[in-house]
C-alpha cells in the first residue's frame, strides 16, 4: 500500500486518519494566475471582487497580495509591482517567498482578463471544500465531547453551519439597478391588478384585512398580539390555513398534478401539532373541539369529519411543534423547506418561547426577544417570505377601563414594534364583558337587579360574536380597525358582513 502522506489507509476504525493526511484543497497555480492577471490589468478586479476576498486564498501570502492590489484599485489608484514595492516590502510579507522576485514570477503566470472570473470561482470553489473538512471536523470533535451541547444542539449547529456555508453569497449584494426595482414594483401592481385591487401578496383568507393591506407581502415580519383567550392562535391558524389553500387552488388552476409553489411552516411552541390539527379540522368541519376530544359525535358529524380530513391532506401546510425550539435550528429548518418544497408563509406560536440562537447568551430577557425579533425579521427577508409571529401582552391591560391593547403593551417589547412591518391585536370585548355579568346578591332590590341585567344583555348582544383586529403599524400602509366575526365554538374567524343579517365566511 503507498505510504505518501496524501494517500489514505483503507476504511475501518482508524479511517479518518486518512482523512487527517490528506492536503487540504487548493489551487494555487490559479491564485498566482489571477494574481497576475491582476498585476498585468487591473480591471480585471471587477471579475472577481463581487465574491472573493484574500481570505478565500489557500496560500496566505496570495490573499495578502490580492487584498493589497483590491486596496489600492478601490482607493482610484494604479496596482502594479512598482506601486504595490513599498507596502510589500515594508510589510516583510514576500520574505519567505523570494521578496520582489516573486511578483515577476507572478507576472508569467497572467492569463486573459476574460478567463479571470473563471480563475476566481475555482479558488472560491476550493475554499468552500475546505470550510466543509473544517465543518465537518467541528462535528466530529463536538460528538467525542469537545462541547457541552446537547446531541440536538450540536446537529442544530451543524445544520446552521452548513446552511449559511450553502447560501453564503459573499459579496454579491450589491445595488439594483433602479430600471430593476421599477420592474419589480410595476409587477407587484399588476398583480394587485389583476386580482381586483385587493390582494398583491399572500392572501390571508379574511376579506377586509386584505384590503388594507394587500395580504401578506415577502420579507415582511408581521407581530399578532394580544391577552390569553382573545383567539390569537386561532386567528393565526385561520390565516395560515387560508394561505395555504390559496397555494394549492393556484395549483390546481395550472393544471392537474401541478404541485403549490409554496408550503406554509406552522412553528407551534406551545400546542402539539395534533390539537392544531385538530383546531383545524373542528373549524372546517363544523364540529365543536370538545366533542372531537370526547368522542360525542354523530354518524353523520363522524362522515363529514373523515371527508375534511381528506381535503386537508392536500394542503401545503407543516407543522413543528419543537418545544423551545432555538432561532438558528428554526432558520435551518425554513431554509431546507424553501429548498425542498418551497416556502410561502411561516407562522410562529408563539416569540416568548423561543430561544435565541444556539450559542448566544443574552445579559436579559428583553435583550433575548430582541435577538429573536431580529432574527426572525432575517429569516423573512433571506428567504423572502412573510413571517407572522405571534405574541403575548403585558398584565396592564387588565388594570385599564379601555382593555383595547397599545403598542406599549407587547412583553418585553425590546426591539418588537421596531422590527416588525407590521403590529396587529386582536380584541374581542365580548370576553370582558361576560366577566361583568350583573350578580343579584350585588344590588338592593330585584328591580335594580333586573334592570341592570337587561342593560348588561343588550351590551352583549352588540358584541357577541364580534372581534376586533386593531392594526396598530403598518410600514406600507394605513392603519386602523378590522371588524371580525369570532365563533367560538368553533373557535373560528371569518369576516364580519354588517349588511346582511346573517354573517359571511
Known amino acids: 500500500m503507498d505510504s505518501s502522506p496524501t494517500s489514505a489507509p483503507d476504511s475501518g476504525k482508524d479511517g479518518l486518519v486518512g482523512v487527517s493526511l490528506r492536503q487540504p484543497p487548493a489551487n494555487v497555480d490559479a491564485e498566482q494566475a489571477l494574481l497576475g492577471a491582476l498585476l498585468t490589468n487591473n480591471r480585471a478586479y471587477d471579475r472577481v471582487s463581487d465574491f472573493l476576498t484574500g481570505a478565500h486564498f489557500a496560500n496566505r501570502i496570495n490573499g495578502a497580495i490580492f487584498d493589497a492590489i483590491g486596496k489600492r484599485i478601490e482607493a482610484g489608484m494604479l496596482a502594479d509591482p512598482v506601486t504595490l514595492r ?42 468552500i471544500r475546505r470550510q466543509l473538512i473544517d465543518i465537518g471536523e467541528n462535528l466530529v470533535n463536538n460528538a467525542f465531547g469537545a462541547t457541552d451541547l446537547d446531541g440536538q444542539d450540536q446537529i442544530a449547529s451543524g445544520e446552521e453551519q452548513l446552511f449559511k456555508l450553502a447560501t453564503d453569497k459573499g459579496q454579491d449584494g450589491g445595488f439594483t439597478g433602479f430600471d430593476r426595482a421599477l420592474t419589480s414594483a410595476i409587477e407587484t401592481a399588476e398583480k394587485a391588478f389583476r386580482n381586483e385591487g385587493d390582494v398583491s401578496g399572500l392572501t390571508s383568507g379574511l ?52 404541485q403549490p409553489e409554496g408550503t406554509v411552516a406552522i412553528f407551534s411552541l406551545e400546542m402539539s401539532a395534533e ?23 354523530g354518524q353523520k358529524e363522524f362522515d363529514r ?45 408563539y ?73 396587529m391585536f386582536v380584541y374581542r370585548d365580548e370576553y370582558y364583558l361576560q366577566q361583568r355579568e350583573p350578580k343579584e346578591a350585588s344590588f338592593e332590590s330585584s328591580e335594580k337587579y333586573q334592570a341592570a341585567l337587561e342593560d348588561w344583555r343588550r351590551k352583549m348582544e352588540l358584541v357577541h360574536n364580534k372581534a376586533e383586529l386593531i392594526l396598530e403599524k403598518q410600514r406600507h400602509g394605513p392603519t386602523g380597525m378590522v371588524p371580525l366575526y369570532f365563533e367560538g365554538e368553533y373557535t373560528r374567524f371569518a369576516d364580519l358582513d354588517t349588511t346582511h343579517e346573517e354573517y359571511r365566511r
Not at 476574460?114 to 470561482?121: C, L, S, T
Not at 390539537?275 to 359525535?297: C, F, K, M, N, Y
Not at 432575517?378 to 413571517?387: D, N, S, W
Request: proline fraction near 3%.
Open 86 to 127: 513599498g507596502t510589500l516590502e515594508n510589510s516583510g510579507l514576500l520574505d519567505e517567498v523570494g521578496g520582489m522576485a516573486y511578483l515577476a514570477r507572478l507576472l508569467t503566470s497572467t492569463v486573459g482578463i476574460i478567463n479571470a472570473g473563471d480563475y476566481g470561482r475555482a479558488i472560491h470553489d476550493a475554499w
Open 207 to 258: 376579506r377586509d384585512f386584505d384590503r388594507k393591506t394587500g395580504g401578506l407581502h415577502p420579507s415582511d415580519l408581521l407581530i399578532l398580539a394580544g391577552r390569553p383567550a382573545m383567539g390569537k392562535t386561532a386567528l393565526a391558524t385561520k390565516i395560515a390555513f387560508s394561505a395555504a389553500r390559496a397555494l394549492l387552488n393556484a395549483a390546481r388552476e395550472k393544471g392537474e398534478g401541478v
Open 275 to 297: 390539537q392544531l390539527a385538530t383546531r383545524i379540522l373542528s373549524e372546517q368541519a363544523e364540529v365543536s373541539g370538545e366533542r372531537i376530544r370526547r368522542g360525542d359525535i
Open 305 to 349: 369529519f373523515v371527508r375534511v380530513s381528506r381535503e386537508l391532506t392536500q394542503l401545503p401546510l407543516v407543522i413543528d411543534d419543537t418545544p423551545a425550539i432555538s432561532l438558528s435550528a428554526m432558520r435551518t429548518r425554513c431554509r431546507r423547506l424553501k429548498r425542498t418544497k418551497g416556502l410561502s408563509l411561516v407562522v410562529v406560536d
Open 351 to 423: 416569540l416568548q418561547l423561543m430561544r435565541p440562537a444556539v450559542g448566544t447568551r443574552p445579559d436579559s430577557r428583553v435583550l433575548e426577544i430582541s435577538m429573536i425579533t431580529q432574527g426572525l425579521k432575517a429569516i423573512a427577508k433571506e428567504l423572502e417570505v412573510p413571517v407572522m409571529a405571534l405574541s403575548q401582552l403585558s398584565r396592564q391591560v387588565e388594570s385599564r377601563e379601555d382593555k383595547r391593547p397599545m403598542l406599549s403593551d407587547l412583553r418585553e417589547s425590546g426591539s418588537i414594534e421596531q422590527d416588525a412591518d407590521a403590529v
